[in-house]
């Protein structure tokens, strides 16, 4: 059998993880269960990553770039203000329920990771990034429609992201179809008064 390399092995480890855990859920995502999927010996999986976390956080990874890099394929480049933060929601909302699995999956890596101290950077590096790319996108649209925010890019990614992650958690618990639509206009619709000014802010006693 022919050698392969800890470089090339890695990729096909991470996608192996990827295809069980979405069907099976990360319960199942044991080091014995991923090499099994993909027919190798369990030893290989110890020897490419060291640990299950640190396979965990590679799949973290793998999952944030891609949503990442379909965030970035959806965002117009002559659409206005509105329109490009409606093509955002439409391309992750398409991506929440055509690629569910996945969108899951990380859904719940995120949750372990809040109690698993070593998966607690990939985590944080998974938001970081979202917003991050968000943000540009935001200022971007917001310079090509002559818009001056009123509120800083990452504030405004950042209400945006907490608005989405409660509709695909609302659509994992009791989906509504009719709901989830009114849903996403609203949070497009309040995302952009945000930025540009129309929404107002109220103090909110928390002590």
Excluded: N
């Amino acid at each position: 059998m022919a050698h392969v390399s800890a470089a090339e092995r890695r990729p096909q480890l991470v996608k192996a993880a990827i295809d069980l855990m979405a069907r099976q859920g990360v319960a199942a995502g044991s080091t014995r269960a991923i090499a099994a999927e993909l027919g190798v010996a369990q030893a290989t999986v110890h020897y490419t990553f060291g640990t299950k976390e640190d396979l965990y956080r590679a799949v973290m990874d793998q999952l944030t770039e891609d949503l990442i890099a379909q965030v970035e394929r959806a965002a117009p480049e002559d659409a206005g203000f509105e329109e490009t933060i409606a093509a955002l929601a439409g391309a992750l909302w398409r991506t929440a329920c055509e690629e569910s699995a996945d969108y899951q999956l990380l859904t719940e890596l995120s949750l372990l990771a809040l109690r698993t101290p070593k998966l607690s950077e990939a985590r944080q590096g998974h938001y970081r990034g979202v917003v991050e790319v968000t943000a540009r996108l935001v200022r971007e649209a917001a310079a090509r429609a002559g818009h001056e925010l009123v509120q800083p890019a990452e504030t405004v990614a950042r209400f945006f992201h907490a608005g989405f992650d409660g509709l695909t958690i609302q659509r994992l618990y009791a989906p509504d179809g009719a709901a989830e639509t009114l849903g996403l206009r609203a949070l497009v619709s309040a995302t952009t008064a945000l930025a540009t000014g129309r929404l107002e802010l109220v103090d909110v006693p928390t002590d």
